[in-house]
């Protein structure tokens, strides 16, 4: 039986965009090829909010944050965690040796935007990274106020893993003033995994340009060179079912229309929230909850793998709780193309079960 997925990544995938990894081949190095990347760019750009250069990689959204650390500190990076994969952009940066400090907040809590301002008034740092979205904690660090403190650092370059936000939430690149914007294709953009995409700023490539040993995969100028020079190209070879996919599914996203879109993704998650408080609570700050995943604190104790166990039975499947909040809190997404339909299915099911735990 196939379980229908209400995990933050991978989620479910509509058929049609499945069809389209059925593609057949075409050569990489040709003008379809190039046609084809040119068009998922400027899509991108529209969902972005941005004029940025993207750039496309054959890799989960950590082989591009892993590159974004070492193409873009120079000197020394300020990592402001709010969970676990916040904590994955420091662990980055030990591996590969680039000199780094780890801000963080107890979990369930956003970053203050006094902690950045406090970090970046000692000179010390030229990079920052942050999550935007927070699956393990179901916290949404609020950009808005955050890009206000980073305008006062104009000297710092600001890099944002929205892996599990972008397509499910507005996130306006320019605007905000976001230097390395990262996602990746199983979460909002209801995609399988295997493939990851940034919007990069002209200034943080030219940076870049002066940084040494910025690997090789991943370096960031390399993959700019070829999409500026070739033109739409890329060092390695890509996998194109992704990207037939994922050219497919950017018309559907823009079809729906943004607005429309983002709004989908908060009605979903007020429903969630709202039948969390009726069965059980919210493990994250309410004034910074996440759009596209609900972390609900498991109040009553209940065996968090045997709810899981029964909801494999009936067709559905959600997360525990990750890392030390195991069993301590379980998680719901809703995000891609879920429907209002589609949740209320599972937390009717879940109503069920929680009454005989």
Same mark, same amino acid.
């Given at each position: 039986?196939?379980?229908?997925? %209400?995990?933050?990544?991978?989620?479910?995938?509509?058929?049609?965009?499945?069809?389209?990894?059925?593609?057949?081949?075409?050569?990489?190095?040709?003008?379809?090829?190039?046609?084809?990347?040119?068009?998922?760019?400027?899509?991108?750009?529209?969902?972005? &909010?941005?004029?940025?250069?993207?750039?496309?990689?054959?890799?989960?959204?950590?082989?591009?944050?892993?590159?974004?650390?070492?193409? %873009?500190?120079?000197?020394?990076?300020?990592?402001?965690? !709010?969970?676990? %994969?916040?904590?994955?952009?420091?662990?980055?940066?030990? &591996?590969?040796?680039?000199?780094?400090?780890?801000?963080?907040?107890?979990?369930?809590?956003?970053?203050?935007?006094?902690?950045?301002?406090?970090?970046?008034?000692?000179?010390?740092?030229?990079?920052?990274?942050?999550?935007?979205?927070?699956?393990?904690?179901?916290?949404?660090?609020?950009?808005?106020?955050?890009?206000? !403190?980073?305008?006062?650092?104009?000297?710092?370059?600001?890099?944002?893993?929205?892996?599990?936000?972008?397509?499910?939430?507005? +996130?306006?690149?320019?605007?905000?003033? +976001?230097? +390395?914007?990262?996602?990746?294709?199983?979460?909002?953009?209801? $995609?399988? #995994?295997? =493939?990851?995409?940034?919007?990069?700023?002209?200034?943080?490539?030219?940076?870049?340009?002066?940084?040494?040993?910025?690997?090789?995969?991943?370096?960031?100028?390399?993959?700019?060179?070829?999409?500026?020079?070739?033109?739409?190209?890329? #060092?390695?070879? #890509?996998?194109?079912?992704?990207? %037939?996919?994922?050219?497919?599914?950017?018309?559907?996203?823009?079809?729906?229309?943004?607005?429309?879109?983002?709004?989908?993704?908060?009605?979903?998650?007020?429903?969630?929230?709202?039948?969390?408080?009726?069965?059980?609570? $919210?493990?994250?700050? #309410?004034?910074?909850?996440? @759009?596209?995943?609900?972390?609900?604190?498991?109040?009553?104790? +209940?065996?968090? @793998?045997?709810?899981?166990?029964?909801?494999?039975?009936?067709?559905?499947?959600?997360?525990?709780?990750?890392?030390?909040?195991?069993?301590?809190?379980?998680?719901?997404?809703?995000?891609?193309?879920?429907?209002?339909?589609? =949740?209320?299915?599972?937390?009717?099911?879940?109503?069920?079960?929680?009454?005989?735990?």
């Amino acid at each position: 039986m196939h379980k229908r997925l %209400f995990i933050p990544g991978p989620v479910e995938v509509c058929p049609e965009v499945l069809d389209r990894m059925a593609t057949p081949m075409i050569g990489h190095r040709g003008k379809e090829a190039a046609d084809l990347q040119a068009r998922i760019s400027q899509k991108l750009q529209t969902l972005m &909010y941005t004029k940025n250069l993207i750039v496309l990689s054959t890799s989960s959204g950590t082989g591009l944050m892993e590159g974004a650390v070492r193409s %873009f500190c120079a000197k020394r990076t300020a990592v402001f965690s !709010v969970g676990a %994969f916040g904590k994955r952009w420091y662990e980055l940066c030990e &591996y590969n040796e680039v000199p780094a400090d780890l801000y963080e907040v107890p979990l369930g809590q956003a970053t203050p935007p006094e902690q950045i301002r406090a970090a970046l008034q000692s000179g010390r740092y030229d990079l920052v990274t942050i999550t935007h979205n927070e699956t393990s904690t179901g916290v949404a660090n609020d950009l808005e106020v955050l890009a206000e !403190v980073m305008a006062e650092f104009p000297e710092v370059y600001w890099a944002v893993d929205c892996v599990s936000s972008l397509g499910g939430a507005k +996130i306006e690149v320019d605007r905000l003033g +976001i230097d +390395i914007c990262i996602s990746s294709s199983q979460k909002c953009l209801g $995609l399988p #995994p295997g =493939l990851s995409l940034a919007s990069v700023s002209e200034r943080a490539l030219k940076r870049a340009e002066t940084v040494k040993h910025r690997g090789f995969y991943f370096d960031y100028v390399r993959l700019a060179k070829f999409v500026k020079e070739k033109p739409f190209q890329y #060092p390695s070879t #890509p996998s194109l079912a992704h990207y %037939f996919a994922l050219d497919y599914q950017l018309d559907r996203i823009l079809a729906e229309g943004l607005e429309q879109r983002f709004a989908r993704h908060t009605e979903l998650a007020e429903r969630t929230r709202a039948w969390a408080t009726d069965h059980f609570a $919210l493990f994250a700050d #309410p004034g910074h909850l996440s @759009a596209t995943v609900t972390c609900i604190s498991n109040t009553r104790g +209940i065996d968090v @793998a045997e709810l899981n166990r029964r909801l494999g039975q009936q067709g559905y499947q959600i997360s525990n709780g990750y890392g030390p909040l195991k069993n301590k809190t379980f998680r719901i997404a809703h995000m891609a193309d879920c429907s209002r339909a589609d =949740l209320e299915a599972l937390l009717l099911t879940m109503d069920d079960i929680c009454a005989d735990l």
